[in-house]
């Protein structure tokens, strides 16, 4: 996973406010305005307490619940520094229970979880209820989506939504279909997922591109998508749940192609911080513990990271402090730009959660 999307706050000062809060609108909910308000005001109690400033809480204040337009359930996470908003970000699940943190630097790994796995998709809708023949009278319908899940939950992808003539089905499903392969080389797409009436979605996949047709996936759907929802968001999920994104799965593999063969990997916080002090981390491999216990000394900048407070020292750093080990990691992985790949821990447990795909492998390892 690119970590891209976090640079705009990890160019902030810190302190933070980090919150995270359930903005679901929703029927199970009577009133969620007075909700989310409610809501607001405890995480508003728990900040304060650890020393938040007036001009962050008001620029909370002034963002919660801002997502008003997006249906169903979900959450926000909202950073704030020295009075202004950082970044904001819509969750496409709500929080199990909603967080409030104040400190040098931002909480962004429950952030980064909603983002996985990050798969680059198309949804295709083809709607139609009439007689299976060119010769019918009518029109049929086709939506489709490029996104990437799970964020097009919440975050609607770009979108077509069509009818053509049934008698021009057979030769529209072609200039369809070449529309579709546009959009999915911009986004790389992993999966072409279509749902819909068999014959009518039938003519469209027997007249995709030959590459788009072989990343087809069909499923059963039927119904209109929810406005401002993911189209064909519960077949996707049921797709996609416990899958890793191509990407990261190369990544992976390459990983444990060095480790086996003693290359370019390592294990542990100590190689982590070692290798990350260097600029050598291509990627970083994490078993994702929200209760770890491991802390790391940070310096005021992303690369100054060490495991005593006594090294940080050593190299001139005067400004130190410990912090969470994974908050720790992840400011150092986007000031260098490398990538951090969630490992699911029945997949592959990691030396104290922690692995690193190198860049190149330490000359002095080949001895």
């Known amino acids: 996973m690119r970590l891209s999307f976090l640079e705009p706050l990890y160019k902030e000062p810190g302190p933070f406010a980090s919150v995270y809060l359930d903005t679901s609108r929703d029927a199970a909910v ?34 919660v619940g801002s997502d008003a337009d997006v249906p169903g359930t979900h959450g926000q996470a909202v950073f704030t520094a020295h009075g202004r908003l950082a970044l904001l970000d819509e969750l496409p699940v709500p929080p199990d229970r909603s967080t409030a943190h104040f400190g040098p630097l931002p909480d962004t790994m429950p952030l980064i979880v909603q983002h996985t796995p990050g798969i680059p998709y198309l949804a295709v809708h083809v709607h139609y209820g009439g007689r299976h023949s060119t010769d019918a009278t009518g029109t049929l319908r086709i939506e489709a989506e490029a996104g990437t899940w799970p964020l097009t939950k919440v975050t609607p992808g770009h979108r077509l939504d069509e009818e053509i003539p049934v008698a021009d089905w057979t030769g529209a499903a072609g200039e369809v279909g070449r529309e579709l392969e546009g959009h999915a080389r911009r986004i790389d ?58 990407h ?26 070692s290798a990350l002090q260097r600029g050598r981390v291509k990627a970083l491999l994490l078993n994702n513990h929200p209760e770890s216990p491991f802390r790391l000394w940070v310096g005021p900048e992303p690369g100054q990271v060490a495991l ?32 951090l790949v969630l490992v699911p821990e029945r997949e592959l447990g990691l030396s104290e959660g922690v692995g690193v795909l190198l860049r190149y492998a330490d000359p002095a390892s080949r001895e």
């Open 189 to 246: 797409v992993e999966t072409m997922v279509v749902a819909g009436d068999l014959w009518a979605r039938g003519i469209l996949v027997n007249r995709l591109p030959a590459g788009l047709r072989g990343q087809v996936t069909t499923v059963d759907a039927a119904g209109e998508s929810q406005p401002g929802r993911a189209l064909l968001e519960r077949p996707l999920e049921g797709l996609f749940e416990g899958r890793m994104a191509a």
């Open 30 to 63: 009577e009133d969620p305005e007075s909700a989310v308000r409610l809501r607001w005001r405890r995480l508003r109690d728990d900040l304060l307490s650890e020393g938040a400033d007036r001009d962050s809480l008001t620029a909370v204040a002034g963002t």
């Open 308 to 339: 005593t407070e006594q090294e940080l020292r050593s190299y001139g750093i005067r400004e130190t402090r410990e912090e969470r080990a994974d908050a720790a990691l992840v400011r150092a992985l986007v000031g260098t730009r490398a990538e």
């Open 248 to 273: 990261d799965r190369a990544l992976l593999e390459a990983f444990l192609a060095e480790r086996a063969r003693g290359g370019a990997s390592a294990e542990g916080l100590a190689a982590a911080v």
